[in-house]
């Protein structure tokens, strides 16, 4: 499971964009965002890198979660 802050997020609009960038890395990844802390939890086989790379694509900065 992978845990990625993104402190960007701040609406339902990049909720459904941040899971959609990383449903297009894998469309069977289980994606649970909470916008109070900005966490992203990723249940997936790609890699923190690829996922991380479609968020930036989408224009979210993201860093591992504490
Ligand atoms: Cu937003």
Do not use: F, W
């Amino acid at each position: 499971m992978l845990k990625l802050t993104v402190p960007d997020m701040n609406c339902g609009h990049c909720v459904s964009a941040v899971t959609k960038a990383l449903k297009g890395v894998d469309a069977g990844a289980d994606v649970a965002v909470d916008l109070d802390t900005k966490v992203v939890t990723i249940r997936s086989d790609a890699s923190g890198e690829a996922l991380a790379a479609a968020l930036g694509k989408a224009g979210y900065e993201s860093r591992p979660a504490a």
